[in-house]
């Protein structure tokens, strides 16, 4: 029987028209992760192509009226590159991934990565996550959400420190 399910949970990530929509310049742009029960900003990044990929995440700077891009980069590296089959393969083939059913595209360094869900489902939209990597082993995928005109996106920044900053326009950060 467990062979039975592995193979079911395989089946999401092997049984695709093609691998997913690569991740693109189009990508390119301001990204923010929403606390699910207050739907304030809790966290903003950005991903960048400049001869290679980069995430930041943008970070209170000391002062509370001051904000800054932080690089996330790994131990070693710093640069996001693209997973290959066989590890999307690996972090993805479990059960918590079985639905909905899509390819994921995942750039990453050693411990940070952005991915990029494209459901089977024509129509249905793709979605973006953060992924932290430990000791080789991905932690669960943070949705996030890309913003996509000066003005659609303002909302309240949450901060660790629960600093509150009204009416973030997320245009304005890049």
């Known amino acids: 029987m467990p062979h039975h399910v592995s193979s079911n949970v395989a089946s999401?990530?092997?049984?695709?028209?093609a691998i997913g929509k690569a991740i693109t310049l189009d990508d390119q742009g301001i990204y923010y992760a929403l606390n699910s029960h207050t739907q304030t900003i809790h966290s903003v990044f950005q991903l960048v192509y400049q001869d290679d990929w980069y995430l930041y995440q943008l970070e209170c700077a000391g002062d509370e009226d001051e904000m800054s891009w932080s690089l996330l980069s790994g131990n070693i590296d710093y640069a996001?590159?693209?997973m290959t089959t066989e590890q999307i393969r690996h972090h993805f083939s479990k059960p918590e991934y079985l639905e909905p059913r899509g390819a994921w595209?995942?750039?990453k360094n050693s411990t940070f990565?952005?991915?990029k869900f494209t459901p089977l489902q024509?129509?249905?939209?793709i979605r973006y996550a953060i992924i932290v990597f430990k000791d080789g082993e991905m932690l669960s995928p943070i949705l996030i959400h890309k913003a996509e005109s000066e003005g659609q996106t303002s909302q309240t920044l949450e901060s660790p420190t629960r600093l509150k900053l009204a009416n973030l326009h997320i245009a304005e950060l890049s």
């Open 12 to 17: 999401n990530v092997i049984h695709f028209p």
């Open 80 to 82: 996001l590159n693209s």
């Open 105 to 107: 595209q995942v750039i």
């Open 113 to 115: 990565g952005i991915g």
């Open 122 to 125: 024509a129509g249905e939209t």
